[in-house]
């Protein structure tokens, strides 16, 4: 992600907040909002807080090779849903399922110590649809040797 540093107010906003350059830039980016149709996997959750994050990805030869995300949230959730969706794509399936808050935070730099519930919703939604999608793979498989 390029390093641009814009001068609006919701950027003067949030970094007065406590949020990274980084971070801004990633709620502020658009190309992993959204819904990839006919994907391959979808699993959506809502945090202890009442932010919502649903997650697409298509999946080819065990790899994620595209992925989207919509929030419905805070700043904090969208900047985590999506860099965790910037982190995931391209990446194996056991890949995906060792990123962890550790590899988020340190994508989005600085966050404000309150939306550490953000970070962590976004990465059990990543969590649970790659075990969704094994869990299903799996079944289908059992039933093609049946």
Known sequence: ME???PTDDVYQML???GYSD???QYFQKVENIGVIEAADQTWDLTGPCGDTMKISM???DNRISDAKIQVLGCPGAVASGCA???LAKGKTLEEAKNIDLEALYKE???MPDQKIHCARLAIKTLHKALEQYQEKTVEIQE???R
């Open 84 to 86: 965790v969706v910037d």
């Open 15 to 17: 970094s007065e907040s």
């Open 22 to 24: 980084r971070a801004i």
């Open 58 to 60: 298509n999946i080819e």
């Open 108 to 110: 989005l730099e600085k």
């Open 143 to 145: 039933r093609g040797q």
């Open 3 to 5: 390093k641009q540093k």
